[in-house]
């Protein structure tokens, strides 16, 4: 099973500052087959990153993925105030799915 | 647009059995793979089980397999799970999750439902 490691665990930022979250994980991710979710309180999870660096659909283009084998990363160029939740990597190129623990991202 | 709902969820005791229910609509359900994803309270989120846009593969997390049964009905456009032996870890919030394909496996989930509770306690 592949573990999925985020960092920070808790991230605080003001609004306008650039955000990076890290994922990674124990062995390669197969094909960069790596998703971001994003979920707030009381929510469930949306998609906002697939094959680590496509946005999903509505996805704002200041959110960017990189990253290959077991080193990703999400960014954030520039912090908008509905910007801030819980940030899941996932990985689905091996078998079972993993998420990450995730981070927190808050307001400073 | 599509929505997935889920429902059936609630209090059982231990060693108990329930069936959760996610009615799907907004896409064509019989061409995509379907998941379960659970989330305990304040934790993280972790993968349940998939099954294959035609019912033909089954997968399932270790910590469930056995003990949990995916399916669906196409021409209800209708997911299932059938919880038997819970235990008190099995306390989650359940979501139903698309598949972004309909292929053998799951893949990343583009679309979730808003979850149903099930809580295992005496």
């Known amino acids: 099973e592949i573990v999925l490691t985020q960092s920070p665990g808790t991230l605080s930022l003001s609004p306008g500052e650039r955000a990076t979250l890290s994922c990674r994980a124990s062995?390669?991710?197969?094909?960069?087959?790596l998703a971001w979710y994003q979920q707030k309180p009381g929510q469930a999870p949306r998609l906002f990153m697939y094959?680590?660096?496509n946005r999903a659909t509505g996805i704002p283009d200041r959110f960017s993925g990189s990253g290959s084998g077991t080193d990703f990363t999400l960014t954030i160029s520039r912090l908008e105030p509905e910007d801030f939740g819980v940030y899941y990597c996932?990985?689905?190129?091996?078998?079972?799915?993993?998420f990450g623990q995730g981070t927190r991202l808050e307001i400073k | 647009q599509v929505q997935l709902v889920e429902s059936g969820g609630g209090v059982v005791q231990p060693g108990g059995s329930l069936r959760l229910s996610c009615a799907a609509s907004?896409?064509?359900?019989?061409?995509?793979?379907m998941n379960w994803v659970r989330q305990a309270p304040g934790k993280g989120l972790e993968w349940v089980a998939f099954?294959?846009?035609?019912?033909?593969?089954?997968y399932y997390a270790d910590s469930v397999k056995g003990r949990f049964i995916i399916s669906r009905d196409n021409s209800k456009n209708t997911l299932y799970l059938q919880m038997n032996s819970l235990r008190a870890e099995d306390t989650a919030v359940y979501y139903c999750a698309k598949d972004s394909t309909g292929g053998n496996w799951g893949y990343y989930f583009d679309y979730w439902g808003q979850g149903t509770l099930v809580t295992v306690s005496s």
């Open positions: 062995q390669s991710v197969s094909s960069s087959y």
């Open positions: 099954i294959r846009y035609d019912g033909s593969n089954k």
């Open positions: 996932q990985q689905y190129g091996s078998s079972p799915i993993t």
């Open positions: 907004g896409f064509t359900f019989s061409s995509y793979g």
């Open positions: 094959g680590a660096y």
